[in-house]
């Protein structure tokens, strides 16, 4: 079957992916994930995504409202209650549609990365932030323990200071890898220090903490500070949840510096606590 639309009218593919999104029809959706045009479907599906989080805000701020007339007695408390009736069944509507544009969306967002290379380059760009960090690593221990450098290390450490690499805003961006660097670095530290805030609260006096009570804490603490775009374009990449990712990154940051220790089976895993003070220092350093 031929799309009844060109891969540029976003309009007519807009309501052409409502009807499919309904249907589910494989052989549909396999013409939507083509090449030809498969970044039109992503666009529809995320504009689609994106008008029910405007939708979202809206029904919230009316909510607000109703609750504040309700207050000053302007609407009657059955009034009220009739509303908040229709609004949640309006919601629970809104949210199997989202529920589905966000299943197709996952699939479709992955066709795209591979379509554009995006996982290769990511895959790229790791590996070369791995290298400059263990430059870096390598500079601050050299310099730390203050020994003289060699001429292969200043050789080296120039490298770091002067290689650009792409950067995050688009395709003409470019960003020094030691800048790049020492941002991966904030980030990482920062997750690491709401972490040992975690796990201090939670441990209390014990002397470590259950991986699965720690990871229902981290959920709320860390997932809001994630955009859904950044949640989409994780799970798209078939690497599970951010959140997850996110913690398995800040027990690194704290296991490299001695602060905690991994035990037991992966599913009764618990975090031990080897430096109580260190983990303290570090959650106060904390910033909001």
Known sequence: MALPY???????????????????DPEV?????????????DRVLRGMLDR??????????????????LSAREITRADHDHDLAEE???AKKTAHFEALVREQHRLIASQVRRLRGDDVRDELMSLVIALGAAIDTHRAAVLGEGGEPTGADRALWARLETLDVPGTTGARDR?????????HAERQDDHGRVLAEIIVDLA???????????????????????T???????????????????????MGVLERRGLVAR??????????????????????????
Not at 6 to 24: G, I, K, T, Y
Not at 175 to 183: H, P
């Open 228 to 250: 859904s775009e950044e949640k989409a374009d994780f799970a798209a990449r078939g690497k599970g949840s951010l959140v997850t990712e996110k913690l398995r990154k800040a």
């Open 29 to 41: 959706w396999r013409h939507l994930a083509s090449d030809a045009y498969v970044e039109q479907t």
């Open 52 to 69: 029910i989080a405007v939708d979202r805000a809206h029904r919230k701020a009316e909510r607000d409202t109703a609750r504040a007339r």
């Open 204 to 226: 209390g006096d014990a002397t470590s903490v259950a991986r699965a009570d720690l990871l229902d804490v981290w959920k709320k603490v860390v997932a809001p500070t994630l």
């Open 263 to 288: 035990s037991g089976p992966q599913g009764d895993q618990r975090l031990d606590v080897l430096d109580r003070p260190g983990l303290v220092d570090l959650a106060a350093t904390r910033t909001s």
């Open 88 to 90: 949640g069944e309006r």
């Open 6 to 24: 060109e891969p540029d009218d976003d309009r007519a593919a807009d309501r052409f992916v409502n009807n499919a999104l309904r249907s589910r």
């Open 175 to 183: 960003t020094s890898l030691e800048s790049l660097v020492t941002l």
